[in-house]
């Protein structure tokens, strides 16, 4: 019998590279880009398994130049954070969509006023899986962002901005709680976590052969 062999690290940022820049998409699209209803859905719904791949991919790549517990620590923050924030989509989704299925309905003795007041309440189950989203992958993003401090690839810029990046949104999160921040006018610094994830991802793409020559060096 022979033994099992390690994935090539250049396998790994292949991996990584896709996955990032598939989840990047399936944000920005989602978003910003007018689309059919069930594409919309499908690229919303894979947002969350892209980000997980991506984190996954990421995990190998930092600890082929240095295992750690904060790097641990964030890809395991960071993987359930995905399957949240697919929660969440799902609710939320499922949730607008069978508040417009009962809108076209007869509806004895519930008014359009009442049926939108029951809907405030029950589209705040998806307000509060939003918040543990955030508070997962500001975790996440902390620990990922501390644990390639000194990396000699991504420097110490994107360890700074990863960890600010993070206080700041798991900061405002729970300070309006249980609000959005951008709901009470104040500033969402979810797309500036994302902004540091694209940031991460183009620069791994950029230094990809830096990366692969360093991993195999150690």
Do not use: C
Not at 32 to 40: D, G, H, Q, R
Not at 66 to 75: D, I, P
């Amino acid at each position: 019998m022979t033994g099992s062999k390690a994935v090539p690290i250049e396998s790994w940022i292949r991996f990584t590279i896709f996955n990032g820049f598939a989840a990047v998409i399936s944000y920005l699209a989602t978003v910003f880009i007018p689309l059919p209803v069930t594409i919309s859905l499908l690229l919303a719904f894979l947002f969350g398994p892209f980000f997980m791949m991506a984190t996954l991919g990421t995990f190998f790549i930092i600890k082929s130049w240095k295992a750690s517990t904060f790097l641990f620590a964030g890809t395991v923050f960071n993987l359930v954070a995905t399957a949240f924030v697919t929660l969440m989509l799902v609710v939320q989704q499922s949730s607008y969509a069978f508040h417009d299925q009962f809108k076209t309905q007869v509806r004895p003795g519930v008014s359009n006023e009442q049926l939108n007041w029951i809907f405030k309440e029950v589209n705040s189950v998806q307000l509060g899986m939003d918040v543990t989203w955030d508070i997962f992958v500001s975790a996440g993003t902390f620990f990922l962002a501390l644990s390639i401090y000194k990396h000699p690839v991504f420097k110490n810029i994107f360890a700074y901005t990863g960890m600010l990046a993070a206080v700041l949104l798991f900061s405002f999160n729970m300070y309006y709680f249980p609000q959005p921040p951008a709901s009470t006018g104040s500033i969402d610094f979810g797309p500036l976590v994302s902004l540091w994830y694209s940031a991460l991802t183009v620069y791994t793409l950029i230094k990809r052969k830096t990366l692969s020559k360093l991993a195999n060096f150690e």
